[in-house]
């Protein structure tokens, strides 16, 4: 892909695209979540897995739980570059509303907050080549330094005067801005971070609603979705994968919300994110309840297929389905 000094989005929306589109609207339609629950999904859940998933695309090793004791001011034990990593997307989630999504200015204010005490160039666009190695070759080259202010300018001219479903615009947004790739560091965890503002926008169900766990679930498609957008020379992929992973994480909510998950049941979930192969006796220990209690709410959690073992019980582990 040339960029050249202006962004010009090469994209076709498909009827499979519009399609999904619809079962988007129809879902965030459907979900029924109560003030209670509302902020109990806002607080530990959607703020701490989108961090925790956002960061961990990135190889920050600290755990889900890690996060949260984070958020709650509690001391852990962990690398200090990981646990400033947190600290700043806190900082950043917790202002996510403050933010305009169409403002360049608040977008390179956002990149401040994430890369604090990290990047000499905070809040600053590179000045040096910037490329994507895969097994020790450059796969792909991002453009040349002094084309960064003018290419990131028309990203966001184009994104003010686009009247195309918002939705949409966030995934053309997201690759364009990692074609660019403006910073030195920290532009995946901002992509991520600006997606998220953008459906917020769209529509406040989302706020309650970690898109970047899904992310973080498919980070593998997720790179080779944006690798062959390089390679096509449009972003019909990237927005193909967008739109199934907001749908994927709008069906788990609506499961969520008719099957309300115990205390005990969604640490369980939490920790099988974390590590698919730990025993129900080592989460008897962790939790400080006897294995009983966890049988009988493993138990709960297979019969209302949430969770099922894969394999055998000694090599075997556990995989979420909603």
């Not at 956002?110 to 796969?139: A, P, T």
Request: aromatic fraction near 10%; proline fraction near 2%.
């Amino acid at each position: 892909m040339s960029l050249f000094d202006k962004v010009n989005p090469v994209f076709n929306i498909d009827e499979e695209m519009n399609e999904l589109l619809a079962n988007i609207d129809s879902k965030l339609n459907d979900i029924k979540i109560t003030d209670k629950q509302k902020r109990k999904y806002m607080v530990t859940k959607s703020k701490v897995r989108s961090i925790h998933s956002s960061l961990a695309i990135e190889a920050n090793s600290l755990s889900l739980f890690d996060v949260e004791n984070i958020l709650e001011h509690k001391q852990i034990i962990g690398k200090r570059d990981e646990v400033q990593e947190v600290k700043n997307a806190i900082e950043a989630y917790d202002k996510i509303n403050n933010y305009d999504y169409k403002s360049e200015k608040d977008f390179v204010e956002v990149h401040g907050l994430m890369m604090k005490y990290f990047d000499e160039d905070n809040e600053r666009y590179r000045n040096h080549g910037e490329g994507v190695e895969k097994n020790g070759k450059v796969i792909y080259m991002a453009p040349e330094s002094i084309l960064v202010p003018s290419l990131m300018k028309s990203l966001f001219e184009f994104i003010n005067n686009s009247e195309m479903n918002l939705i949409l615009l966030s995934a053309i947004f997201h690759y364009y801005f990692v074609s660019i790739h403006p910073f030195s560091d920290g532009n995946g965890r901002l992509a991520r971070y600006w997606v998220s503002l953008m459906l917020i926008k769209y529509n406040k169900n989302f706020e309650f609603i970690p898109i970047e766990e899904e992310m973080y679930l498919n980070h593998e498609e997720y790179y080779s979705s944006i690798a062959k957008c390089h390679i096509n020379g449009n972003a019909n992929i990237f927005i193909k994968f967008l739109l199934k992973i907001i749908n994927s994480s709008l069906d788990k909510i609506i499961k969520s919300s008719i099957f309300a998950m115990n205390d005990i049941q969604n640490k369980i979930i939490e920790f099988i994110i974390n590590d698919k192969y730990i025993t129900q006796n080592a989460l008897a220990e962790k939790l400080n309840v006897n294995v009983r209690t966890i049988k009988r709410n493993f138990k709960v959690l297979i019969e209302n297929n949430i969770v099922e073992r894969v394999g055998s019980d000694k090599t075997g582990y556990w995989e979420i389905i909603n």
